[in-house]
Structures are given as C-alpha cells and as structure tokens.
C-alpha cells in the first residue's frame, strides 16, 4: 500500500506565493518520478511539472519561470514553488507519483489526495 500526502494548499492573492509538498510512503522499492497536476473546475487534469528520480525537470509552458519543482529522494517527498500566482493558476492540485512497490515488477501511477490552491484577483 502507497500513501502521497499533500499540503500547503489556501488561498493568495494574484502575485503571491505558495509551496505545495507532498510525502509518499508504504511499501515503495523505488520511485522513478513524482510530479504534479492540476484541475480547474469543467477542465481536464493537466501536468504542471515533474522531476525524475534523476532530477531531470519537465514543466507546463503555462508555470514555467514561476514554478520551480523540488525533490528529496531520502525523504520520497517533492516540493512545488509557486510564484507570481495568477488567478489561472486557481485549481486542485494533484500529487503524482510513478514507482514500483516491493510487491511489483511493473511501475504503477499512485495520486494524493488533492489540495485547493486558490488565487485572487
């Protein structure tokens, strides 16, 4: 079993900044990439960035040179530094990680629970 565990989620106002992190844990061998998404009310879910175990970062065109992706392979923990915040960047944001359990040969995809990041204008 696999739990990701999201937070710093709230409310900001058009400008500001928020971190989000999110902590995977259970019975995790290894984990080849953690990432995170989103989802705006009556759109789809959509990748904002995503680090690899290797560090090698990917990004939306939409956040990039505000949104800086983080992570900590000790502690299977990834960050999302959110600056300059606009009121599109209002959704829930979502935890993604893609790893092989102790009981797998196969990776799976496993998501937090999702965290409201709202922006005011």
């Known amino acids: 079993q696999v739990q990701l565990v999201e937070s710093g989620g709230g409310l900001v106002q058009a400008g500001g900044s928020l971190r989000l992190s999110c902590a995977a844990s259970g019975s995790i061998f290894s984990i080849n990439a953690m990432g995170w998404y989103r989802q705006a009310p009556g759109k789809q879910r959509e990748l904002v960035a995503a680090i690899t175990s290797g560090g090698s970062t990917n990004y939306a065109d939409s956040v990039k040179g505000r949104f800086t992706i983080s992570g900590d392979n000790a502690k299977n923990t990834v960050y999302l530094q959110m600056n300059s915040l606009k009121p599109e960047d209002t959704a829930v944001y979502y935890c993604?990680?893609?790893?092989?359990?102790?009981?797998?040969?196969?990776?799976?995809?496993?998501w937090g629970q999702g965290t409201q990041v709202t922006v005011s204008s």
């Open positions: 993604n990680a893609n790893l092989f359990t102790i009981r797998t040969t196969f990776p799976y995809d496993y």
